[in-house]
Each structure stands twice: as structure tokens, then as C-alpha cells.
């Protein structure tokens, strides 16, 4: 069975920082990209960033870009995402998903709070 | 930005019904279209990939189609546990999800 456990999520200041991290287990881990995907509520889900799966290629969302860095160990099956310089809009419920023809795994997420 | 239109915002519709949900792309996106049920509480769930293949274990009343810009989500006898929020996303360039259409109880 397919689990991906997001950790890390809390009450953050503007302008701090917070590093989540998605432990994978129950499939290749090495041979997939993966996601980061924020939900704010009531709102639809945002796709954040992707990686490749050797860690070569990263993409990111034009709103994170350059405060976010996405990452993966595969020798641990685990993914992270250093969030900095956060926003009150980068408040949101992040989960961690298996990409691919869309995503067929998600975690439950981790709730990140962003405020003074 | 491939920017994604979901129609209609909210769709009331009978227990036995058919729902039929729309979703506009701002471009192509070929066939590179998922469908996602949410329920509250919960992480969205996959429905449909590829525009038209349902995903592992989805019934078979949940059914997809169109390419380009154009796509629709049709589920032809609503079931109680049916009733949720459903969004598109797009994968053709990055990834965008529409804004959702809440199916409730008529």
C-alpha cells in the first residue's frame, strides 16, 4: 500500500521559515517525480513544485519561485520542501503527491500557518 | 499560465440523477487532463487521467471525455457518497487545477 506521511507543517512569522518533509513508502520512490501541492481552505488545490526523480530537474509555482526549494533523498524514500521569506498566502495545507497521470497518491498533509 | 474554467460552480442535482461538470482550458492541453473528487476532511481523490481513463478501483458511472480545451466529467446515477467538490487539473504544462464544482443534494 502506497503512504506518503507529510511532517513538519506549524505557525510560522512572515519572512521565517519552515522545512516539511514527506516519508514514502510502498513504491519505487526512486524511480517517480513528486509533488508538493498547497491547499488553502475553501479553495482549490495549487500545484508548488515537482522534482525529478534523480533530483536533476525542479519546477516550482511563479509565486514560490526563489523562496521555495524542493528535494528528495532517495536513499531514505523521503521529499522536502524548504520554504522561505513565508507569506500570510503561503498559508495553506501542504500534501505531498506521487506525480504521474495525475495524482494518484496523496498524503493527508501538513497545515502551514503563516502569521505574526 | 494554462488557466482552467470549471462550469458550473454549483450543480444540485437528485440521488439516481446524472451530473455532467464542464472544464475549459485558456489552451491545449491535448489529452493531459485529470478529474478529482474532494470531500471535506479529506485529500482530493483521482477520478480520471488521460481526459477519459479511469483511475484504479473508480466505479464505472464516473466517466470522462474530450481533448484540447474542452472536457467534461459525467456521472451517470448519482450515489450519496457522490456528493463532494470535483476539480480538473491540467498536466500538459506545469499543473493548474480549476476552481471546482460543488455537487449537492437537490
Known amino acids: 500500500e502506497v503512504q506518503l506521511v507529510e511532517t513538519g507543517g506549524g505557525l510560522a512569522q512572515p519572512g521565517g521559515s519552515l522545512r516539511l518533509s514527506c516519508a514514502a513508502s510502498?513504491?519505487?520512490?526512486?524511480?517517480?517525480?513528486m509533488s508538493w501541492v498547497r491547499q488553502a481552505p475553501g479553495k482549490e488545490p495549487e500545484w508548488v513544485a515537482n522534482?525529478?526523480?534523480?533530483?536533476?530537474?525542479?519546477y516550482y509555482v511563479e509565486s514560490v519561485r526563489g523562496r521555495f526549494t524542493i528535494s528528495r533523498d532517495n536513499t531514505k524514500n523521503s521529499l522536502y520542501l524548504q520554504m522561505n521569506s513565508l507569506r500570510g498566502e503561503d498559508s495553506a495545507l501542504y500534501y505531498c503527491a506521487r506525480d504521474g497521470d495525475g495524482y494518484a497518491n496523496w498524503g493527508q498533509g501538513t497545515l502551514v500557518i503563516v502569521s505574526p | 499560465e494554462i488557466v482552467m474554467t470549471q462550469s458550473p460552480a454549483t450543480l444540485s442535482v437528485s440521488p439516481g440523477e446524472r451530473a455532467t461538470l464542464s472544464c475549459r482550458a485558456s489552451?491545449?492541453?491535448?489529452?493531459?487532463l485529470a478529474w478529482y473528487q474532494q470531500k471535506p476532511g479529506q485529500a482530493p481523490r483521482l477520478l480520471i487521467h488521460?481526459?477519459?481513463t479511469r483511475a484504479t478501483g473508480i466505479p464505472a458511472r464516473f466517466s470522462g471525455s474530450g481533448s484540447g480545451t474542452e472536457f467534461t466529467l459525467s456521472i451517470s446515477s448519482l450515489q450519496s457518497e457522490d456528493f463532494a467538490v470535483y476539480y480538473c487539473?491540467?498536466?500538459?504544462?506545469?499543473?493548474?487545477f480549476g476552481q471546482g464544482t460543488k455537487v449537492e443534494i437537490k
Open positions: 510502498g513504491f519505487t520512490f526512486r524511480t517517480d517525480w
Open positions: 487539473q491540467q498536466y500538459y504544462h506545469y499543473k493548474t
Open positions: 489552451q491545449s492541453v491535448s489529452s493531459r
Open positions: 488521460s481526459a477519459s
Open positions: 522534482i525529478k526523480e534523480d533530483g536533476s530537474e525542479d
